[in-house]
């Protein structure tokens, strides 16, 4: 499901899961306790968080194992994607994203908990969870909220577009572009001018630019995911999601 490779003082999180790494309960749960092995490991500097499918970095919740989980069940699971979300957004150590492939809803989200983006061109990036018909969760809202320029915000929450290339790096959804055959090595050189700074100081800096927005996502997580819970199990929605899983699993 996940591979976990050192090289040097980088340490290389592979995503690499049936469905194109489709986000189920055991994908989060292998994603916590990986990050807890990577912050743990006084050798490794910089983590690289990647896909083992060429063209597919993640499309999201994998809705075919979800689509039977009744409401709290559901509930248990977006509480530990949550808390995945907080584990790698709070990672003390650098953590840069090598997107390959498409990464739409969940997969730009585990995107977004990154320190740097690089996508490959012709890559789709977005949340297109109102397209869906829930809303993004309270943790992804704010996560967003620090991550994009206050002006790319309707076209990425609120109209739910996928974006590629030069818009991705407009929307913030992306820091930097490269060729796909080339995308691993420039990651990578990007990883390791991280790695190179003072652990102590980085993770000093780190913690303060993101401490506010973990604080505010582990406050309220639990209290308004209520909202979506009712948007998931809506009759509408869940058409929506049944006719989507019935036309995948045709093919």
């Known amino acids: 499901m996940i591979r976990i490779d050192r090289r040097g003082r980088i340490g290389i999180l592979t995503l690499d899961k049936p469905r194109g790494n489709a986000i189920d309960p055991p994908l989060v749960e292998a994603l916590i306790d990986a ?27 994998d809705l075919v194992s979800l689509v039977e989980f009744d409401r709290p069940a559901m509930e248990r699971f977006m509480l530990r994607f949550a808390e995945m979300a907080w584990a790698l957004y709070a990672l003390p150590k ?21 320190d740097w983006r690089l996508l490959a061109r012709g ?41 590629a290339d030069e818009e991705a790096l407009a929307a913030g ?20 001018e991280f790695a190179e700074k003072d652990p102590v100081a980085f993770a000093g800096i780190k913690s303060y ?25 809506s009759e509408a929605t869940q058409t929506r999601i049944r006719a989507t899983v019935s036309a995948f699993t045709k093919k």
């Open 123 to 163: 890559a789709q990036i977005g949340l297109n969870e109102v397209k869906v018909g829930v809303p993004l969760p309270w943790s992804v809202a704010v996560l967003l909220k620090a991550s994009a320029p206050p002006q790319a915000l309707s076209r990425v929450a609120l109209l739910g577009r996928n974006f």
């Open 94 to 114: 650098p953590l840069v994203a090598a997107v390959s492939g498409h990464a739409i809803a969940g997969g730009c989200i585990l995107a977004l908990t990154a």
């Open 209 to 233: 630019l993101r401490e506010a927005t973990l604080a505010s996502m582990r406050a309220e997580e639990a209290a308004r995911l209520g909202v979506w819970l009712d948007a998931w199990f």
């Open 35 to 61: 990050a807890r092995e990577l912050r743990d490991d006084s050798e490794v500097r910089g983590v690289l968080l990647a896909s083992a499918h060429p063209k597919l970095f993640s499309p999201g919740l």
């Open 173 to 192: 959804l992306a820091d930097e572009l490269a060729a796909g055959d080339g995308l691993r090595a420039a990651s990578l050189a990007r990883l390791e």
